[in-house]
Each structure stands twice: as C-alpha cells, then as structure tokens.
C-alpha cells in the first residue's frame, strides 16, 4: 500500500462552526482587541439564533470498541433540541473515495480523519486517512451552535464532563472523538451529495412536535395536508416523511440560487415570514410598521439577490382559529424574554380576547 500520495497536512484546516475562527486559532498578539458589530451583523446573528439548520456529526468508530457510543448518544438526542434525520457508518475507501464523488466531499471527510488522528505518526496518519470509518449523524435543530454549546465545548472538540457522564475513557485523549460541522459552506457539499445520491437516507420525525418548526410555513402547510387525510384510520406520509430534496430540509439557512430551478412558492416558504398587526394599533402605526418592512434592508441587496426582503401579500385577517391564536400567542409572549415566566400564563386570556374576532393585518 502507498501512503506517500499525499500530504496530510493538507487537510489539518477545517472550518467546523459558523462564523467563528478554527479550533485553536489565536490572535497574532497578546493584546485583547474589541469586536465592533454592526446593526446587520447584530440582525444576523439574531436570526440564525431562531432559525432551523442542518448539522453533521462524526463519531469516531472506536467509541463502539471502548463502549461510550451508548453515552454518546444519549448526549446528543436526548440532552440537547436535535432531531436525528439519518445515520450511516460510512467507509471511506470503499464508498467516497471514488470518481463519482465530488472532491469538496472526499476533502471534508479527509479533514475530518485528520482531526481525529492528527497525533499519531506520519504513516499512521497517512493510513487512517486512506482507510477511515467514522459514524456519520444529520442533525437539524434550532440555534444548533447555541443547542450543541450546553454539551460540547466546541473550542476543546470535547463532551463538557460536568454535563456528559460516562466519557472518562476517551475525555482524556487529546484528539476529539465526535466532531460537530455547523458551518453551511463547509456542510452543504455533503448534505448535497447526500440527498442527490441518497447515500444516507434522511426522514422527517413525524411522530414529534418539533419547535423549531412552529415559524416554518412549510412544515405547517406539510402538516395541514397530513390532516387533512385523518378522517381514515391510516394517512400515508411517506411523500411528507423522506427528505429527497433540499426543500425537504426546512433548513432555513440553505439557500438556493436562482438557476437551481427552485419556483418562487418552494423557495419563499424556506425563507418567508408573517407579520401580524394587532387591530388595537392605529392607522399610522400601521402604516410605520409596513414601510419599516418594506424598507429593511440593512445588508443593501439589489431587488433581484436573493435575500431581499420584500412583502408578498396585506391581507386583512377577520380571525383566526384556537390553534392560530395559541401560535400567536407562542411567539408574542412566551418566547419575550422581557415578560417574567410568573405572568405569562395570565396573559393568555387577554392576548386571544383582543384577536379572537377583531380583523388583523
């Protein structure tokens, strides 16, 4: 076997996270520099913390020999707001090292064994990278950074021990043995080869209610239609349930270019949101409100990039259903962190009085 083909060291950068610098990453000085945010970064981060995404996980095949995939595991579904979309234990040499894979995927994953075994000697090295079996998770959540950060020290690539029980055989190797990938550009390779291909097959949990998807128009159209066919004993969801295209995803953070053939209803369901006016505002706050929306654009987008915020529809809304208003209600109170948890349930009662029947914007 030939392990002198490549350079390892090819492969010891990987961008894992969003908008963050690598694992290890130091500033060229010693001094302590202040970060100045503008108002469309502050925007920004704001909405990738409310927004669903897609992440993937890699566990190091030998956490089955040394009996932790079990706490492992549990760390990851049971401790943390993620859904498991699909799992695989992949072969490298055998299934992606090939011509018929696209080389951005070969190289992450390459990038991937190397940081799991960046110590061992150089023709060690060489042949873990040539022959690596890792177990491969799609993950989707909500603020999946801020999800994984009760767990996960993302800087150490480590479990936190004081929350993670069960992992004293591997927390004091000095290589990781789960790796987290959150940065779309560094991900989206992989989720596309893996939906065109159905390497790994992906499915919606239909059985949860998931909450990172109550602002999903999508998901609730999805859901409508589902119900729809519940006056029979059985409602067929495999269309709904199997993820075979990017739309499937719901990933908020996912965009599609226009020459992806994606139509204006696919791609603005990813991307659309409502903004309910309450009918106790007056008409020149209505009127601030809609030119405020029509206006936002702080990243300065041309009309025809996608991205532009633009408004689609002003319809005037007689009621809604309990199941609107209790939505509504969700995402007016509950999720204000500026109305203490003791007085939100009073204002329950009050918040579906004014909107039951009254008309909104």
């Known amino acids: 076997m030939d392990y002198d083909s490549e350079d390892p060291d090819e492969y010891k950068d990987l961008q894992l996270y969003a908008g963050q610098p690598q694992p290890g990453m130091r500033p060229a000085t010693g001094r302590t520099s202040k970060v100045y945010k503008?108002?469309?970064?502050?925007?920004?981060?704001?909405q990738q913390k409310y927004q669903t995404s897609t992440c993937i996980c890699f566990i190091k095949?030998?956490?089955?020999?040394?009996q932790v995939i079990g706490e492992?595991?549990?760390?990851?579904?049971?401790?943390?707001?993620?859904?498991?979309?699909?799992?695989?234990?992949?072969?490298?040499?055998?299934?992606?090292?090939?011509?018929?894979?696209?080389?951005?995927?070969?190289?992450?994953?390459?990038?991937?064994?190397?940081?799991?075994?960046e110590l061992s000697t150089e023709i060690k090295l060489r042949k873990k990278l040539d022959e690596f079996k890792t177990l491969v998770l799609v993950l989707r959540g909500q603020d999946v950074q801020g999800q994984l950060d009760k767990i996960y020290d993302r800087q150490k690539m480590k479990f936190i021990p004081e929350v993670v029980r069960g992992l004293d055989v591997v927390d004091y190797e000095a290589t990781p043995h789960a790796l987290f990938l959150t940065n779309p550009p560094t991900t989206?390779?992989?989720?596309?080869?893996?939906?065109?291909?159905?390497?790994?097959?992906?499915?919606?949990?239909?059985?949860?209610?998931?909450?990172?998807?109550?602002?999903?128009?999508q998901f609730n159209q999805q859901m409508k239609e589902i119900g729809a066919g519940q006056a029979s004993q059985e409602v067929n969801v495999s269309k709904f349930a199997k993820i075979?295209?990017?739309?499937?995803?719901?990933?908020?953070?996912?965009?599609?270019?226009?020459?992806?053939?994606?139509?204006?209803?696919?791609?603005?369901?990813?991307?659309?949101?409502?903004?309910?006016?309450?009918?106790?505002?007056?008409?020149?706050?209505?009127?601030?409100?809609?030119?405020s929306i029509a206006n936002m654009n702080p990243e300065e987008l041309a009309y025809t990039e996608p991205g532009f915020v633009q408004i689609?529809?002003?319809?005037?809304?007689?009621?809604?259903?309990?199941?609107?208003?209790?939505l509504l209600f969700e995402h007016d109170v509950e999720f204000d962190s500026a109305v203490s948890a003791s007085n939100k349930p009073g204002l329950k009662e009050q918040h579906h009085e004014l909107l039951a029947n009254k008309p909104t914007i």
């Open 38 to 46: 503008s108002k469309a970064d502050t925007n920004r981060e704001l």
């Open 61 to 66: 095949i030998s956490s089955f020999k040394k």
């Open 72 to 117: 492992t595991l549990h760390a990851i579904l049971n401790l943390v707001e993620l859904e498991l979309l699909g799992l695989r234990v992949i072969n490298a040499k055998r299934e992606l090292y090939l011509e018929s894979v696209p080389v951005e995927v070969q190289k992450t994953i390459k990038c991937v064994a190397y940081k799991f075994h």
């Open 188 to 217: 989206r390779p992989i989720i596309d080869f893996i939906l065109k291909t159905q390497y790994i097959k992906l499915f919606q949990d239909l059985k949860e209610n998931y909450c990172h998807f109550s602002n999903s128009i």
């Open 244 to 291: 075979k295209k990017a739309e499937d995803l719901l990933d908020q953070s996912y965009e599609h270019p226009a020459s992806s053939g994606v139509s204006a209803p696919g791609a603005a369901n990813l991307c659309s949101g409502v903004c309910v006016i309450k009918p106790n505002q007056p008409l020149n706050v209505i009127m601030r409100t809609l030119k």
């Open 312 to 326: 689609s529809k002003i319809e005037s809304v007689s009621s809604y259903s309990p199941e609107q208003l209790d």
